[in-house]
């Protein structure tokens, strides 16, 4: 399975907390034998490779969530780059899960999308990695019996 992980990078109220609960987001996925990509794990940190043109961003960015099964998306800050990546998994029928702190107010826009599978709010980092867990658990054991998550998220399924 593979998982493409989204969230605020740009002007980030805390950058070192933020990127060290991605990090440990992403050592969740490890230790489920997950594949997952992180933008600013791969050469397009927007504070350590600022000189990585924006076309390149756009492009490595689309390709590795093309790739991937499932979304999950940080929305605990306003990022209008995790938008555009929602909408791009919503025309191409792949699955998010939406992650953020009890409390905080979230776009109905995007929690309106049809490809939002679910949530998870959580009151703390260890209470997001736990819950995380048992998402990817849950998840793995879907894609075994069905053999894809994606799903056809066109406005016109929309009930």
Known sequence: MKIFFGGP??????????????VRMAEVAKKNDVQCFWAFLHGTDPQEDPNVP????????LEALAASDVMIVYL????????Q??????????PIYM???????????????PNVKGSIIFSSEEDALVKLDT?????????????SLREDFSIDSIA
């Open 9 to 22: 990078l740009t002007d980030l109220k805390d950058k070192e907390g933020t990127k060290k609960f991605y």
């Open 54 to 61: 924006a076309s390149e961003v756009y492009k490595s960015d």
């Open 76 to 83: 605990g800050e306003p990022t209008t780059g995790t938008g």
């Open 85 to 94: 990546e929602m909408e791009y998994a919503q025309e191409h029928g792949i």
């Open 99 to 113: 992650m953020y702190e009890k409390g905080k107010f979230i776009s109905r826009m995007a929690k309106g999308s």
């Open 135 to 147: 998402l990817l658990d849950g998840l793995k054991k879907r894609l075994e019996e069905k053999g």
